[in-house]
Structure formats: C-alpha cells, structure tokens
C-alpha cells in the first residue's frame, strides 16, 4: 500500500518548526496518542538518535523505540520504529514558503506487521493513523501559531 501523506502549512519558519517536530520532549504536545516520549542518551538529535515513546492504542498504551534514520535540518528526518508489532516508517519534509517566515510541513507514513500486526496494519492501523495524522497537524499548527515562545 502506498504512504498516508498530509500537509500542513504553518506561520513559523522552518528552523523553529523542524526543531519542534523533531524533539521527542515535545510529542505529547500536539499528538494526543502519545502518552511519554524521550530521547535515549544525551547530546543532540541526530541521524541514529534513538527515542523511546509510549503511544495509546485503543485501550491499551505500547511503548516503543525508534530511531532516526535521516537528520537533515531544517530540510527533513526520517525514523523507523525498532520493535513491536506494528512498526512505523516515518518521513517529515520543510518547505520554506513566502519569505521563509512560513513552512508547508509533509509527513508520510507507512506500516509494517509483524505477528498480529500484519492482521492490524490494514484493517486498523492505516485508518486509525490517518485520522489521527490529520488532527495533529492541526494541534501543531495551533501550538506553534499561537504561542510564539515554543521553539
């Protein structure tokens, strides 16, 4: 099956919208799912950074790690996620528009199975992704449109 792919223009520049995208500290901010992520190690984020992060999924939580793949600010990042049954493959594009003071934010997203996910990814997973993928740009648009101090 081919990517889930959305778009969302935002009102901050690309430097400040990659660094928020990209900082695990910040996912429960705009993605209602995740209940905790961190980065693993210290120092900064950088292609082969490992996260750690706990999503909900229906009633349950999963926690899972996954590594950057691509670090390429502000351009673009990419992650793959390591373990579990459903593993994602992820993708962020930046494009500056105007005179750079705006973004046009583009995520792709795919899936793995493995075990039971593979009766998951295409009945579940995609819907579910694609749905949420939709209402977390808009929660990512607000938070940075509306609080210029995040950064």
Known sequence: MAPIVHSVEIDRRPEEVFAYVTDPSHFTEWQAAVVSAHAEGSGPLQQGSRM????????????????YTEYDSPRSYAFRV?????????????????????????FDIDFEGHGIGKLLVPLVV?????????????????TLENNPQVD
């Open 52 to 67: 750690v992060m706990t999503r909900r999924m229906g009633k349950r939580e999963q926690t899972m790690t996954s590594e």
């Open 82 to 106: 390591l373990d579990g049954p459903v593993r994602a493959l992820g993708k962020g594009s930046f494009e500056p528009l105007g005179d750079g003071d705006r973004t046009r934010f583009t």
């Open 126 to 142: 995609r819907r579910q992704a694609q749905k949420e993928l939709a209402q977390s740009h808009q929660d990512l648009k607000r």
